[in-house]
């Protein structure tokens, strides 16, 4: 599922909060050394009304530069020059607006000088300090960097070189993971002819791998990789293979990005954007909006939060009662395979013995699922559960309850999760993946989800799971996640489907 954000501002949310906590510090700082020169106290300042209108005033300006201004385009690529260049003119046009302001308020002669001149210093010489900062840890990749759009380009130009070299510099948020170089000889198959003109092209081309030569071979580097889109270059716009590699890409639920001279016939929710320097064609099993996003994510923080809170109030009824159970951690923790095969850990409360795994070889005869997944009545793993698993001890009520899941809300907090979305498969279940069970990593793993409120219980065929998943990201919308959300607690406390 692909995120089109429409304005370049909505890229560098980070930067425009990070600004305004510059501004607002400064001007407290500002406050306090007028407090210290003029041997006043704090509560001079709090009292005088002015004062604390200002700090609303400063936030309404700030995002009406971001707004109406385009500031923050390109800051990841400006030099530090440039940068303090666009810094002192975004304090200039602040200071202009506030002093303006307390003009036309009538205040000019209650408001500190000192305080004005002294928030003016501070907020460019913080801003700029700041800027440079998080733009120094974000080109070196140690902030953040999970989160970058991985990119597969797909060339059949003899100059790919400079196709990379200027993808590379303009991009923002996103890095190239491989290269696919096809040609008339090798875009539809693996044969002689293909391993040939594999052995004597590069493993690499500028600094980035070339990972394949045929459609094959990319298909499962991005079925094994995290492969968010897929960029085509400069490819035969006649070529009805190149049409069906980017619709096999779509099945996949991976975004795809045409340059303009290809056709799009077939291919859903197309848009026209530029990206990294080329104006292309865009099209993915579906498109989420900025605002859309934003509401999501926000959604998640909140239920994230409250579900922490839960989670610890939790912690200290069940921890006693599974340690007394089965001496051992109350949680467990597991590598789960997330958005586009991004690797995360979910936590759970432990509602199985701690050699639940293990045992699981030995009981897959008894597996109801048909597919990649494992599921079993009667599981004797279940704490409490007996020999037979026909038992209702401790695991039995953490599970039919629906407690277990609590602890991750963490990873909803986090960003790993969202509060609805897919199942998040284990390692072993994706490391087995064909090409289209990978279109359910389309969009981030849920707590809950179609799947969960379509009677799981009564699903044991894998396909049937992936369809169910499938549809979610195609039919996505902020109404169905709600109307998820809220069967979700008909199935929890109609105890459906837990077991």
């Known amino acids: ?23 607002h510090l400064s001007m407290i700082i500002a406050f306090a050394l007028r407090v210290y020169v003029m041997n006043q106290s704090l509560k001079f300042v709090y009292n005088y009304r002015g004062y604390r209108i200002i700090g609303i005033v400063l936030t309404i300006l700030h995002f009406c530069i971001v707004f109406f201004t385009n500031s923050y385009s390109g800051i990841l690529r400006r030099g530090n020059l440039v940068e ?13 607006g ?8 009538g205040a000019s002669k209650q408001a500190s000088r ?28 140690k902030l953040g960097s999970i989160n970058l759009r991985h990119i597969l380009l797909i060339s059949n130009r003899g100059d790919i ?45 500028s600094g980035v791998p070339v990972v394949a030569y045929t459609s094959e071979d990319a298909y499962e580097f991005a079925v094994r990789n995290i492969v968010d889109e897929v960029m085509y270059i400069n490819l035969n716009s006649n070529s009805d293979i190149n049409r069906e590699i980017a619709n096999t890409f779509l099945q996949m639920g991976v975004t795809v990005h045409l340059n303009l001279s290809m056709l799009s016939t077939g291919m859903p929710n197309v848009v026209v954007e530029k990206m990294n320097g080329y104006t292309v064609m865009t099209s993915s099993i579906n498109v989420i909006t900025p605002a859309a996003a934003f509401i999501k994510r926000a959604t998640d923080i909140v239920a994230g939060i409250v579900g922490c809170i839960i989670t610890g109030l939790l912690f200290i009824v069940l921890a006693p009662a599974i340690k007394i159970a089965d001496p051992g951690p109350a949680f467990f923790s597991q590598k789960r395979v997330g958005k586009n095969g991004r690797i995360f850990t979910i936590y759970k409360f432990r509602s199985m013995y701690k050699d639940a795994e293990a045992r699981k070889k030995d009981l897959m005869k008894n597996n109801k699922m048909e597919g990649l ?11 409490g559960s007996g020999p037979d698993g026909k038992r209702k001890g401790v695991g039995y009520w953490i599970r039919t309850l629906s407690l277990d899941e609590f602890p991750n809300f963490l990873s909803i907090l986090k960003g790993d999760m969202s509060l609805v979305g897919t199942r998040p498969p284990t390692v072993d279940e994706f490391e087995k ?11 981030k793993p849920g707590l809950t989800g179609l799947w969960q409120v379509s009677g799981r219980s009564d699903k044991t065929d894998f ?6 998943d499938a549809e979610y990201i195609k039919n996505w919308s902020l109404a169905l996640d709600f109307k998820i959300v809220v069967k979700t607690f008909f199935v929890v406390f109609g105890r459906k489907g837990s077991m």
């Not at 954000?5 to 906590?21: G, N, R, T, V």
């Not at 506030?98 to 308020?105: G, V």
């Not at 993946?433 to 969009?443: D, E, F, N, P, V």
């Open 114 to 141: 000192l305080v004005i001149v002294g928030y003016i210093v501070l907020s460019i010489m913080s801003i700029y300090i700041v800027r440079i900062t998080m733009k120094h840890f974000i080109k070196s990749k």
């Open 161 to 205: 070189e400079k196709d990379v070299d200027n993808f590379n510099n303009n991009s923002n948020d996103c890095e190239l993971v491989g290269i696919v170089i096809l040609d008339s000889s090798n875009a539809g198959t693996s044969d002689d002819s293909g391993e040939k003109s594999k052995k004597s092209k590069p493993g690499e081309i």
């Open 84 to 96: 303090f260049m666009k810094v002192f003119v975004h304090g200039v046009i602040m200071s202009a």
């Open 433 to 443: 993946y064909s090409l289209h069970h990978k279109s359910r990593l389309a969009a």
């Open 98 to 105: 506030l002093i303006s302001f307390i003009y036309l308020m």
């Open 373 to 383: 997944m494992f599921k079993m009545d009667a599981d004797p793993r279940i704490i």
């Open 1 to 23: 599922m692909y995120k089109r954000a429409s304005y370049s501002w909505m890229k560098h949310l980070d930067f425009i909060f990070a600004d305004l906590i510059c501004i």
């Open 463 to 468: 396909e049937e799971i992936v369809a169910l």
